[in-house]
């Protein structure tokens, strides 16, 4: 990998924000999981899907602190507009373990 800057890092805004709803997502072609985060004043409820059917469903998300880059642009998935990027590190079986804040913070909280 390349080196990065801290000015390079200060570009990817990363914030804390809690799942609001969370519904199946039958359409994508792997298993996903369409999630709505509310990321504070500011910014908002953002809508992405994430492949996290293996530790995830949609009744056990809602309310959980998240973590979520919030400036790239908009991403068609199929029929479904991402709106953020949703972060999450693999188990040793390779599915995604989502990044959560170690205790209760408010939403909007950039990461630094």
Not at 27 to 49: N, Q
Not at 79 to 87: A, K, R
Not at 98 to 106: E, I, M
């Amino acid at each position: 990998m390349g080196d990065l800057d801290f000015d390079d890092f200060l570009k990817v805004d990363i914030r804390c924000g809690t799942v609001v709803d969370a519904q199946p997502f039958p359409e994508a072609r792997k298993p996903a999981i369409k999630v709505w985060v509310d990321f504070g004043e500011g910014i908002g409820v953002r809508k992405t899907s994430a492949q996290i059917t293996v530790h995830y469903t949609p009744e056990t998300l809602p309310g959980r602190q998240v973590m979520g880059v919030v400036n790239f642009p908009p991403r068609q998935i199929g029929p479904f507009m991402s709106e953020f990027l949703l972060l999450g590190v693999p188990d040793a079986d390779g599915a995604i373990v989502l990044l959560t804040p170690g205790q209760d913070v408010p939403n909007g909280g950039r990461m630094h």
